[in-house]
Each structure stands twice: as structure tokens, then as C-alpha cells.
């Protein structure tokens, strides 16, 4: 599974990046807005940080704009991915700029309806939010499992299911489990995935009795 880092925070991305546990980035218009920085400038910069896909999302809600929009942002640099909404103007873009040779990241998918149009459309991703189906009650990592069968079903549909909306270290575990092609996590999440209390408790003791032997390596 590749996993994208869901922020505009280039500190972030650059640290992760130079662990080489980086395969992507996907910003929003919110993530955008809490950066507090230009957008292009800021898309600009992630993509010379990193050489893998990075989402920059259209603003744009009629299909003409969104098309013009995200052909504007995909000269930005090679490696940015034009994210458009799940609405039908955002499939008609999709396939606009799916033909004329521009990725595409199909976002605010809630069903598995809703992901099979986007695969119909072309999306090079599509990215259903797990964490606020979550939310209203309803079965988020379900979905994830629907999308992944349904797109099983039908190998001509090419589209990369990327997990987004991931609020814990199980959505991630989930995701994999399930074989999600991506999950889009946010580095506090990401930094969460490290953690176990037997690793601390375990490196605590290795340490204290490295101590009683009075030895240093350098
Ligand atoms: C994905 O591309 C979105 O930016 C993101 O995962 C949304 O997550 P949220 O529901 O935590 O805002």
C-alpha cells in the first residue's frame, strides 16, 4: 500500500520524505487555508519536494472552469494530480482532463456508486472518506471493502482506490488489510503508527541494563 501524506505542512512532508516512507501528497482547500500560504506557491513547493503524486484540488464548480482550473494547476509541475469533487461537473472534467493526459483524484466519494462513475470517468484515484462516514454512524472501512470488490469485478476499471479521511492508526491497518491501492494519513497519524508500549517498556529496560555494564559504543 503507498501511502500519501494528507497536508500542506512542507515541514512535514519534507521530514517524511527524507525517511523515503513518502509515496504522495493530497492537500484540500482547507488544508490550504489552516498552511496559511499562497496555493500555488505551496503546491509548487511540496512538488519539488517530492517527486510523487501530489493532489491540488480545483475550486471551480461548473465543469468548463473546473477544466480550465485544473489544466492551470497541472502546469504547476509534472507531478501534480488534479483533484475535482464528486459531482457530475467534476465526472464531466474528469474525463476532459483524463483524455487530454492530466491525473485525476475523484474526491468526496461517500458511496460505492459514486466510485464506480468515477472509475467510468477515468480518475486516475478516487478517494472515499472513511472518517466522516464514521462520523454520521455509518461504516466507513465498509465502503473501502465494497469499492475494492466492485473494481475487482471489472479489470478494465484502472482507478486507484486511496483511502482518505483516515482519523486513526486502524483505518490504516483496515486499509491495508484490505489492500486499498493508497491511504492519504495526516503525519500526526502517521507518527502514531510507530507507537507500542511494549517497544517503550522494552527499550527502557534494554537501556537500563546497557547502563549497568558501564560500556559505550563511541
Ligand atoms: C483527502 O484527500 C482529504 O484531504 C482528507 O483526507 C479529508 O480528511 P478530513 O475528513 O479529516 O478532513
Not at 493532489?55 to 504547476?76: P, R, Y
Not at 475535482?84 to 474526491?107: E, F, K, S, Y
Request: proline fraction near 4%; aromatic fraction near 6%; include cysteine.
Amino acid at each position: 500500500m503507498q501511502f500519501f501524506v494528507d497536508t500542506a505542512d512542507t515541514n512535514d512532508i519534507r521530514e517524511l520524505e527524507s525517511m523515503g516512507i513518502l509515496d504522495g501528497v493530497t492537500t484540500n482547500p482547507s488544508l490550504i487555508m489552516k498552511s496559511g500560504r499562497d496555493f500555488k506557491e505551496v503546491i509548487k513547493e511540496i512538488c519539488g519536494i517530492t517527486k510523487g503524486p501530489v493532489s491540488a484540488e480545483v475550486t471551480a464548480i461548473e465543469a468548463d472552469a473546473m477544466i480550465a482550473e485544473g489544466k492551470n494547476l497541472a502546469t504547476l509541475a509534472e507531478n501534480v494530480v488534479v483533484k475535482l469533487p464528486l459531482t457530475w461537473d467534476g465526472l464531466r472534467a474528469c474525463r476532459a482532463l483524463t483524455d487530454a493526459g492530466i491525473r485525476t483524484n475523484v474526491t468526496l466519494c461517500f458511496s460505492a456508486t459514486q466510485a464506480l462513475l468515477a472509475a467510468k470517468a477515468g480518475a486516475t484515484y478516487v478517494s472515499p472518506f472513511v472518517g466522516r462516514l464514521d462520523d454520521i454512524g455509518q461504516d466507513g472501512m465498509q465502503l473501502i471493502a465494497d469499492i475494492i470488490t466492485i473494481y475487482e469485478n471489472y479489470p478494465s476499471l484502472t482507478t486507484q482506490v486511496l483511502v482518505a479521511s483516515i482519523r486513526n492508526p486502524v483505518h490504516v491497518l483496515d486499509a491495508a488489510r484490505m489492500g486499498a491501492d493508497v491511504a492519504t494519513v495526516p503525519p500526526s497519524i502517521l507518527k502514531q503508527l510507530v507507537k507500542h508500549p511494549l517497544t517503550d517498556k522494552g527499550l527502557a529496560a534494554f537501556l537500563d541494563d546497557w547502563k549497568k555494564t558501564g560500556q559505550k559504543i563511541l
